[in-house]
């Protein structure tokens, strides 16, 4: 049986009328861990299954917006993390990436274009400039972000964006082109070299997703630890995580779907690499064919395996379409119970901008609904209240 991406992924195309889509050599790796800073303003890092972050050590809240580096006004952008900071909310998912194969329209945010075997960074006010303004924002407030370089899905280009501009014939290619891998560094490193300095970067994410159906392991594997050795020795100050689902492990497997290795992940063995600084699942009952009360199982099956490597899991997006709070304070509890995990990031975050509401892709919930005070008010309160805030 196919199994679809999570609704986000899917809705998230009927919004590009709203947020138009837009759509050499490997140097010699190296392993320098990521320092331990403190106190205001520190890089964000690991101590033990813990997250540290501003110098504290603890499990932290927060959310997702793929959505918040594509405005073009400053004071939405400000808004956002105003009500984050104010609500509690610690870390934000942005996407990192938005890939065209040709140049959109005037006033339309683009990232990279691909085109005709070569790819060129826009980095001017329609492009990494925007970017630029979620980072110092974020910093402003003392909101750290996780910011990616590449999507498995076609939103936003994608890594069928390099696929058609390279040749291939699907993404799995990606992985193993040598030009797409090339052009994909390259951004990485004019993204990672923007804000190295930056202590508003929580992680640097290798992709949203990455998936390579019936592959065999090795091959994301093999990727995961080349790519993430690359970006440590860009900036060993930050942390780097991959992005993935979670797919692949035996630790309280019942056999399903997400367990499995169709995908070509492997959980347990990419934890591992020396360079990945900590793990990320996601869960999505709804599209995976699984069940709500499945979904305590999957968040204590990642904690048990990142406790057993001795680094902390983050639950970096979970989300259903409707009946939030029923739906997700259970996971939201087993995060919390789950001593390897460390935090989690709900998908995804909404708020009421100046062109009115932000984009609902099915899973959104607003700033000041009752979602929000049930799955964020409530669930800071319950962080603080364990001991663990």
């Known amino acids: ?73 400053n004071d939405d952008v400000d808004l956002v993390f105003d009500h984050m900071a104010e609500s509690g909310l610690r870390i934000l998912r942005v996407w990192g990436f938005n890939d065209v194969n040709e140049v959109p329209g005037e006033g339309t945010v683009y990232f990279q274009l691909h085109q005709d075997g070569a790819s060129t960074i826009n980095t001017g006010a329609d492009g990494l400039q925007r970017l630029d303004y979620v980072v110092e924002s974020a910093e402003a407030r003392g909101v750290k972000l996780i910011i990616n370089f590449v999507n498995y899905w076609d939103d936003y280009g994608g890594m069928n964006a390099y696929v058609q501009a390279y040749g291939g014939s699907s993404n799995a290619d990606f992985y193993t082109s040598e030009e797409m891998q090339t052009a994909y560094r390259a951004y990485i490193e004019a993204v990672v070299s923007r804000y190295s300095d930056s202590p508003a970067v929580f992680a640097w994410e290798l992709a949203n997703e990455p998936r390579c159906q019936g592959c065999e392991t090795s091959v994301l594997h093999q990727w995961i630890e080349e790519t993430s050795q690359y970006i440590k020795q860009l900036d060993p100050q930050h942390m780097v995580c991959i992005g993935d689902e979670g797919f692949g492990l035996e630790t309280g497997s019942d056999g399903s779907y997400p367990y499995g290795y169709s995908e070509g992940s492997d959980f347990e063995k990419a934890l591992a690499i020396e360079t990945i600084d900590f793990g990320t699942f996601h869960l999505y009952p709804d599209s995976w064919g699984t069940n709500y009360d499945w979904g305590n199982g999957w968040v204590a099956s990642h904690g048990a395996v990142c406790e057993a490597a001795g680094k902390p899991c983050l639950f970096e997006e979970y989300g259903v379409t409707s009946n939030h709070c029923a739906v997700e304070k259970p996971w939201q509890t087993s995060a919390l119970n789950a001593t390897g995990v460390s935090g989690d990031l709900y998908w995804q975050y909404g708020d009421t901008l100046s062109t009115g509401q932000s984009p609902d892709d099915g899973n959104t919930f607003y700033y000041g609904s009752e979602e929000f005070e049930c799955l964020v008010t409530e669930h800071v309160a319950a962080i603080e209240a364990s001991g663990r805030g």
């Open 1 to 73: 049986m196919k199994f679809s991406h999570s609704l986000h992924a899917l809705a998230s195309l009927a919004l590009a009328n709203a947020f138009p889509q837009a759509s050499t050599t490997t140097p010699t790796p190296t392993s320098t861990p990521s320092p331990t800073p403190t106190g205001s303003g520190a890089f964000a890092t690991v101590s033990g299954l813990q997250f540290v972050i501003d110098g504290e050590a603890g499990y932290f809240p927060g959310s997702n917006s793929y959505w918040i580096g594509f405005l073009t006004n």
